[in-house]
């Protein structure tokens, strides 16, 4: 049982550059997160989804976007990277029926923009 | 006004002591508060939640709710070296019932020998 799965780990970008961090989680969850964290600071949500098909904004949503086509994927799209979002990007997810408020989260992405 | 604050820390308390770590919020909606420790360079997990007013205990771990005041902590008895990590306050945004969560700043916790 893997868990909440997210690639790359680590990833360096040039300004301007998009990329896609991947999340998969196989626990059959039906919501799914994506948080960034800056250095000393906690968690922002940017986007969440309550199932597939189903998304929504979260806090700090700019410059981003996702798609969740299944129960286990949700990816998160970063658009014309700026420095602004070098960060540490988790993933997480979490059921339906459970303890509200409990994430299960994913290592984590390490992302640079210079 | 920050939804939810975390103003201790860096917290630097020596092994067997009871660290103290605390919580405002300023939501009086808020119905749960949820803490998470995360040690550094890995990812958050969830170590106590709390609904009601007054203390929750698991094992070392007492939560602690104050709905008249918006306070919440968390009490760390016989403190050890393993605990020393960064623990997070989280509060459900907008009161919803699921993982839309708003998460304080964080303290710093270091436990010394």
């Known amino acids: 049982n893997a868990g909440v799965t997210q690639t790359p780990k680590f990833r360096i970008l040039k300004i301007g550059q998009s990329m896609t961090l991947q999340c998969t989680q196989d626990?059959?969850?039906?919501?799914m997160y994506w948080y960034r964290q800056d250095p000393g600071m906690g968690l922002k949500l940017i986007y969440y989804?309550?199932?597939?098909?189903?998304?929504d904004k979260g806090e700090v949503p700019n410059g981003y976007n996702v798609s969740r086509s299944t129960t286990e994927d949700f990816p998160l799209r970063l658009e014309l990277a700026a420095p602004s979002q070098t960060s540490v990007y988790f993933c997480?997810?979490?059921?339906?029926?459970?303890?509200?408020?409990?994430?299960?989260f994913g290592e984590g992405s390490r992302l640079t923009v210079l | 006004q920050k939804e939810v604050e975390q103003n201790s820390g860096p917290l630097s308390v020596p092994e067997g002591a009871i660290a103290s770590l605390n919580c405002t919020y300023s939501?009086?909606?808020?119905?749960?508060f949820f803490w998470y420790r995360q040690y550094s360079g890995k990812s958050p997990e969830l170590i106590m939640f709390i609904y009601s007013n007054g203390d929750k205990e698991d094992g070392r771990f007492t939560a602690q709710l104050n709905k008249a005041s918006q306070y919440v902590s968390l009490l760390i008895r016989d403190s050890q070296p393993s605990d020393s990590a960064t623990y997070l306050c989280a509060a459900p945004a907008g009161g919803t019932s699921y993982g839309k969560l708003t998460f304080g700043q964080g303290t710093i916790l270091t436990v010394h020998p």
């Open positions: 989804s309550v199932g597939a098909g189903i998304t």
């Open positions: 997480a997810s979490s059921p339906r029926q459970g303890r509200a408020g409990e994430l299960f």
């Open positions: 626990m059959n969850h039906n919501y």
């Open positions: 939501d009086r909606g808020s119905q749960s």
